[in-house]
């Protein structure tokens, strides 16, 4: 197991914007690594996604998954999307308190689509094209967002519906 350190708010790298990865990169030793690491790291921070630059590497790169034992309708599959690209189909939104591993220890709530048409290459180099709703897309927006350069605080819906979560009454699921 190889937990690499998260970035946290602040670090400059987290604002900036992630390169495509070439598919040459895929089948890499190195690659491979990073991805376990990614899963690796995400899982030790009980996150439920983690994208690159979180933790320095500037690459499209994302990886999520919930805890397998998790059977709750908030379970959101384990994946790994390579240059994913989003593209929200309706106007309806879900608002959420977010939490991220590059801002430890604090909440926001955010709206966000809930549903989502999704493009992005598999670690194998396949293509895949799904639609995508409720929670799943919450945490799919989050993490692609940070290939962007954007973290969820740049997308409080108010900045009084922003604090440490030992300080603040949420209700509604949490994201991480």
Known sequence: MSVRKILKIGDPLLRKTSENVHPDELGTKE???LIRDMFDTMRHADG???AAPQIGIMKKIVVV???PEDDS???VPERILINPEIKPITESVDGNWEGCLSVPGMRGYVERPNKIQMKWMDEKGNSHEET????SAI???HECDHLNGVL???RLKSTKMFGFNDSMELSGPILD
């Open 31 to 33: 690659f491979k690594k």
């Open 48 to 50: 439920v996604g983690l």
């Open 65 to 67: 998954g919930s805890d």
């Open 73 to 75: 309708p908030s379970r």
């Open 132 to 135: 995508i709703e409720g929670y």
């Open 139 to 141: 945490v799919y927006q």
């Open 152 to 154: 969820y605080v740049d």
